[in-house]
């Protein structure tokens, strides 16, 4: 299970990557917002390897869509939320993740069929005020799970509030959901595949980033104006159910990857929404990602001892 992260996905796939050569393989894969993204792809076929490759050298810049609306300042980041209920729009991520899932035949969730690889992606139904899990929650919504985008779903998951544009989604009747970010409700939803540990033995493992006990620095703008103070209540929010619901068994098959990295420049803590982080950063998140699950895998040998 792939917490959300932003633009930190990349250490995501540094901890799969130690995994992998420890010789694991993943029968299942979920992820919430930037987790959506890497468990898409590993569910598709990708190897860690390749998408450390095609993750490093990313612009994330261009994932925010209309960066024109930055030039207008807060003013134009208002008019633009005010007009389409967030700042930028998700159709550039969309088309990327689209192309590399079409790199290994995958378009559809009933794509995956056959491939031995189970997927879930959430997203949050602000019409209905639910979770919403794809592609399992899609036949009650009036919708063919088998004919449903993959990439889609991962837009719709990826869609942070007031940062995107909320995704409209027509059900089978033809009503409208406005849906956003998968972690506005569940940032970490690691009991979702509990019922299949159940028939199967297999364990679930979760990744995710460290928090504000590891050095996350304060909200300091977040009364500048409007669109600084709607962001920092987004920011809060997310996550913040899960963190009061973890239980103890669930740290215990976590694997916590620092968001603080080192760089030429001294230490960042580097946020979800920091789109402006080059190859240096991605490549800290990376090696912190691996370092963690390093130490995951010597605390398994100690207790099997």
Known sequence: MFE???????????????????????????????????????????????????????DYMKFRGAEFVDYFGAAGKALSIFFTLGIYNTKYLKNWVEGMLLKKGVKTFGDLRGSGRTLRITASDLTDRKLLL?????????????????????????????????????????????IVDGGLLSNYPIWMFEGYEKETAISTLGFQFSGEEEGRPPADGAGENIVEYLKSIVSTCLGAVDRSRISASDLSRTIKIPARVKTRQGFRYVNATDFDIGREESLALFENGRKAAEEFLHRLEGHAV
């Open 134 to 178: 794809f592609p399992d929650d899609l036949p009650s919504l009036g919708l063919d799970p088998e004919a449903f985008s993959v990439a889609e779903a991962v837009r719709m998951s990826v869609s942070i509030p007031v940062y995107f544009e909320p995704v409209r989604l027509k059900d089978g009747s033809g009503r409208v959901h406005m």
């Open 4 to 58: 959300g992260g932003g633009v930190r996905g990349i250490g995501h796939v540094g901890a799969a990557c130690r995994l992998e050569e420890a010789g694991y393989r993943f029968a299942g894969l979920a992820g919430s917002s930037a987790g959506a993204i890497v468990a898409a792809l590993l569910a598709a076929g990708y190897r860690c390897k390749e998408l450390k490759q095609e993750m490093e050298t990313l």
